[in-house]
């Protein structure tokens, strides 16, 4: 199941919904997919998993569905907006011990209409040297990278077409 053109479920084993929190109203829209985590400062509210965090009750990755054509401002559910959380919203946080996730980075694009997509990068690291058996956890500027000491993730597969593009699938550890 995706949730955009970068980020989505492989398998719902043991999926846990945490709940739905508000996300920041103004700064930078969370990308669906983000490692996120309770906001200390701010009860009941989302923000960008702080990098080293370890992975526990109070954290997770951030879904929200969009309702297609919601806005006449969006042409596809490939235009930008629909990869992110609109600000000051209600998400959903998720995780659990076996739920299966993907990340795709992907290359800027024209598309036959002029429009450029630009390039999107859900985990930071070479691609083609992650190997089956390693760790990611969130860096705390919104993508995932290489944990070998506390991983939120295991990753199971790589297809990696380049060594910043391609598909990463990872499962939980928590």
């Excluded at 859900?122 to 390693?134: E, F, K, Q, R």
Aim: overall charge neutral; glycine content about 10%; aromatic content about 8%.
């Amino acid at each position: 199941m995706s949730y955009g053109r970068n980020f989505g479920m492989r398998s719902f084993e043991n999926v846990v919904r945490v709940g739905r929190f508000r996300v920041p109203a103004t700064g930078t829209p969370l990308r669906i997919g983000e490692g996120v985590m309770l906001d200390p400062a701010a009860a009941g509210k989302l923000k960008v998993a702080t990098a080293g965090v370890a992975a526990g009750a109070n954290c997770g990755i951030v879904v929200f569905e969009h309702i297609q054509n919601k806005s006449d401002a969006l042409v596809t559910n490939h235009d930008d907006p629909y990869d992110k959380v609109p600000l000051g919203v209600y998400a959903q946080m998720m995780r659990g011990p076996g739920a299966k996730v993907w990340f795709r980075n992907t290359a800027a694009k024209t598309l036959y209409d002029g429009r450029v997509r630009d390039a999107v990068e859900m985990v930071d690291a070479d691609l083609t040297a992650l190997a089956i058996g390693s760790g990611l956890s969130p860096d705390g500027a919104g993508k995932w990278v290489a944990d070998a000491t506390a991983p939120w993730l295991i990753i199971e597969q790589v297809n990696a077409t380049s060594a910043d593009v391609g598909l990463v699938e990872a499962r939980f550890t928590f």
